[in-house]
């Protein structure tokens, strides 16, 4: 289904020096990211979002887990992946627009995309 906007939930996401460890072969997903991105998926799943196709914008607002110093731009990767990977989004080079906040977000991260003409 073709959506002008959507909006999701997902656990808080890692942070982007997070995400690979190095290989003999090249690059691999951590453990840890492995596992976010499979509850994540499931989530994005349950709320059956649609998908946006071509030119977006993209929302995040994440919840601090706590205060601890963190960069916020580190955490958008692992979302923008998420989504390409289901299929809500066609790819992450078409972003127009991107904002990220820090805020309430009852799972952790409320993503919201929207079409772009």
Known sequence: MVARMITVDLPFPPS???????AQKGRVKTERYAEWANVAGWMLKSQKPGRVE??????????????RKRDIGNLLKAVEDLLVEHGVIQDDSLAERIHIA???APEGCRVTVGAVS
């Not at 982007?16 to 190095?22: A, E, P, Y």
């Not at 030119?55 to 706590?66: E, G, I, P, S």
């Open 16 to 22: 982007v020096n997070n995400l690979f460890r190095n």
């Open 54 to 67: 071509g030119k977006f914008a993209l929302a995040l607002v994440v919840q601090r887990k706590d205060n």
């Open 102 to 104: 820090w805020g309430e």
